[in-house]
């Protein structure tokens, strides 16, 4: 369980972080019109992400070879994991706010999406199951298969 709590903190502040994916700033590109739900929820959850940011710098990917640099952070998650907790859980909150407004805020989205598979499997002559994108909640089932209408 330390192991797999490790890797996804590190792997989360990856996403979350500046000088990772950044993922704050993408979603205020993205949606344009949750500029300010999206500044508030970061602001939420800043300190959080910085105690993670240094587990993930510290401990968990770039292990410093400090002994008591290297273990601190640990002792700053456990003694936070409850805020720690929490702040994930707000993140999630507005990812799947966000998740559920993304046809809105690129309605090509899809397609696009649909034509790097078609152009990948071109390329490597291949076949993609689009089930998995699907099960995935990458690609809509109606983007494939239409939507049915009774």
Known sequence: METVRTAALAWFSTVADKSGLNIFDLWLRMFPRYQRRITIFRRAIQSQLDKIRSFRNNTAFHANPTFAEFFAPRVVVMDDREEIAAALK???KLAVFLLRREH?????????MLGR?????LTKNCRINRAFFIDAH???RHVIFGVQRL
């Open 138 to 140: 990458i690609i809509d």
């Open 104 to 112: 809105w805020a690129d309605p090509d989205l899809q397609s696009r």
């Open 90 to 92: 707000k993140f999630l």
């Open 117 to 121: 598979i078609l152009d990948a499997e």
